[in-house]
């Protein structure tokens, strides 16, 4: 659903990911774990054609990303937490994510019952806390119904009903059917939700296993 090939991208003199090749597998939790620096938000970036790889290639879902029919019903995304919370309440920002997207705006309801969001809908999400800003990017990326998933550290700083919160919620996404790569800097949390690990460190790759055969060698 996702492959990376020699996966390079540099800044500069940083590199902040290396000869990154990877698979994501489809109907699987997959966890992208690294320490903070180790490449993960950049490689999420490539995947989702928001950065240019310096060499090296990555296709979402058969196509580089910008090439993909109808990218929003079939990859959705959740980056960067501040990108969500404005003035607005949490229910309009939604209709205009629809909006920009070509999404009917009926999904907007659909999505919030999903994330648990419907009640507070009409309150403006500056008010939210982390874990319902989180969750409202997880709708945002839920609009289009589709069938790969990227998280971006999507429970980092939650406290731990936030993060069971969003673990089940992956957990019931990804027993639909849907392809999931979720990045996290905490191991012990990933090895909770995922089926598959990949990890890197400096932006290369460390391992690539299943979490099972992982708690059989660690
Ligand atoms: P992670 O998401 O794993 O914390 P990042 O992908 O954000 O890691 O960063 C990987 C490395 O690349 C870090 O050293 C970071 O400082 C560097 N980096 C990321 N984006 C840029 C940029 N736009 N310009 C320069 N360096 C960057
Ligand atoms: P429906 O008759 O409800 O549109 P479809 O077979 O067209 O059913 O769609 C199947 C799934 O895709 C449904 O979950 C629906 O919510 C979603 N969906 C349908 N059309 C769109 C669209 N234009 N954008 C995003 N999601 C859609």
Known sequence: MIEARGLTKTYGAK????????????GLITGF?????????????????????????????????????????????LLDAKAVHGGRSARNHLRCVAQLSGIPQRRVDEVLDVVGLREVAGRRSKGFSLGMGQR?????????????????????GLDPEGILWIRNLMKKLASEGRTIFVSSHLMSEMALTADHLVVIGRGQLM??????????TH
């Open 207 to 216: 391992a690539d296993m299943s979490v099972r055969d992982f708690i059989n």
């Open 33 to 77: 774990v690294g320490p903070n620096g180790a490449g993960k938000s950049t490689t999420m970036r490539m995947i989702l054609g928001l950065d240019e790889p310096s060499s090296g290639t990555v296709t979402v879902g058969g196509h580089p990303y910008r090439k993909l029919p109808n990218a929003p019903r079939q990859v959705g995304a």
């Open 136 to 156: 409202l990017g997880i709708a945002g990326a839920l609009l289009g119904d589709p069938q790969i998933l990227l998280f971006d550290e999507p429970v980092n």
């Open 15 to 26: 590199t902040a990911v290396y000869n990154l090749s990877f698979t994501v597998q489809p």
